[in-house]
């Protein structure tokens, strides 16, 4: 079992930043790779960033690329997602999520944290 808990999430003027975080409570991290989603009010949750065990390879929604960066720690049982240019449209709720395997996109990660509120004024 994998307990998975995000932090950081907040209050940022548009085109600012934030950077979120995910630690994860397992000794064998580097064996999980890592995804982050997000779900806006009214709307389904939808994929934003993952990232292979080693941190090797990672893979972006069209709508993040170029402004996001997914990037982890191994040492520290950590995945970060750091948010540059935000957008009113980025407003949602983050989620980290752990799987055996590199799913990329896929919403079937085995483990799901509970979520960081991240909204954007205008």
């Known amino acids: 079992q994998v307990q998975l808990v995000e932090s950081g999430g907040g209050l940022v003027q548009a085109g600012g930043s934030l950077k979120l975080s995910c630690a994860a409570s397992?000794?064998?991290?580097?064996?999980?790779?890592m995804g982050w989603f997000r779900q806006a009010p009214g709307k389904e949750r939808e994929f934003v960033a993952a990232?292979?065990?080693?941190?090797?390879?990672?893979y972006y929604a069209d709508s993040v690329k170029g402004r996001f960066t997914i990037s982890r720690d191994n040492a520290k049982n950590r995945v970060y997602l750091q948010m540059n240019s935000l957008k009113p449209e980025d407003t949602a709720v983050y989620y980290c999520?752990?799987?055996?395997?590199?799913?990329?996109?896929?919403?079937?990660?085995?483990?799901w944290g509970q979520g960081t509120q991240v909204t954007v004024s205008s």
């Open positions: 999520a752990a799987n055996n395997l590199y799913i990329g996109a896929s919403y079937k990660y085995d483990y």
């Open positions: 397992t000794r064998t991290f580097s064996s999980y790779a």
């Open positions: 990232i292979t065990r080693s941190g090797s390879t990672t």
